[in-house]
T-cell receptor
Framework: ETGVTQSPTHLIKTRGQQVTLRCSSQ?????VSWYQQALGQGPQFIFQ???????GRGNFPPRFSGLQFPNYSSELNVNALELDDSALYLC???????????FGPGTRLTVL | AQSVTQPDIHITVSEGASLELRCNYS??????LFWYVQSPGQGLQLLLK??????LVQGIKGFEAEFKRSQSSFNLRKPSVHWSDAAEYFC????????????FGSGTRLLVRP
């Protein structure tokens, strides 16, 4: 059974640029959630996708957007990057929300 | 609004000593509670979860947690800490509306003295 994978591992961008982060969910899972973890803080919920539809969103601006594909993998897109977007971005997969979310290793984004 | 508080930012214990990490939650109904561990450069690993039933929950790596509704707490314990337990620990509660999202505390960093 393959776990949750994320790419890339690290990324450096400059302010104003756009970035796309990718997540492959665990086999059999149809729900993907994205979290942002700033340095020294707990993860914060960005949004969740269930069967290719966004079904919940946290307190993040519209420049944070996502997609889920038919194979249940997912992308997180961030436009007009700001310095405060520097963080570890975590993807978690589950089955229909489920009682446990399985986390990937994260993508470390640095915005200069 | 749902929230989770972890009052201790850092805790240092000696190897072999017992451990208790505190977690307090704010939630209107019966909460679904979790403890996750995060090692440097890695994602989150689930240690244990509480949904209902027995208030003392056993998890992986020798950890346990006790749900106390009267105190709105879900403290994590381990009787004997190993050096490999050094990591960041997060308590979380599920918020269910249109989605099923985790609300995390700010974490407690555990340091283990040899």
């Amino acid at each position: 059974e393959t776990g949750v994978t994320q790419s890339p591992t690290h990324l450096i961008k400059t302010r104003g640029q756009q970035v796309t982060l990718r997540c492959s969910s665990q086999s059999g899972h149809n729900t993907v959630s994205w979290y942002q973890q700033a340095l020294g803080q707990g993860p914060q919920f960005i949004f969740q996708y269930y069967r290719e539809e966004e079904n919940g969103r946290g307190n993040f601006p519209p420049r944070f957007s996502g997609l889920q594909f038919p194979n249940y993998s997912s992308e997180l897109n961030v436009n007009a990057l700001e310095l405060d977007d520097s963080a570890l971005y975590l993807c978690a997969s589950s089955f229909s929300g489920g009682d446990e979310q399985f986390f990937g290793p994260g993508t470390r984004l640095t915005v200069l | 609004a749902q929230s989770v508080t972890q009052p201790d930012i850092h805790i240092t214990v000696s190897e072999g000593a017992s451990l208790e990490l505190r977690c307090n939650y704010s939630y209107g109904a019966t909460p679904y509670l979790f403890w996750y561990v995060q090692s440097p450069g890695q994602g989150l690993q689930l240690l244990l979860k509480y949904f209902s039933g027995d208030t003392l929950v056993q998890g992986i790596k020798g950890f346990e947690a006790e749900f106390k509704r009267s105190q709105s707490s879900f403290n994590l314990r381990k009787p004997s800490v190993h050096w490999s337990d050094a990591a960041e620990y997060f308590c979380a509660v599920v918020k269910m509306d249109s989605s099923y999202k985790l609300i995390f505390g700010s974490g407690t960093r555990l340091l283990v003295r040899p």
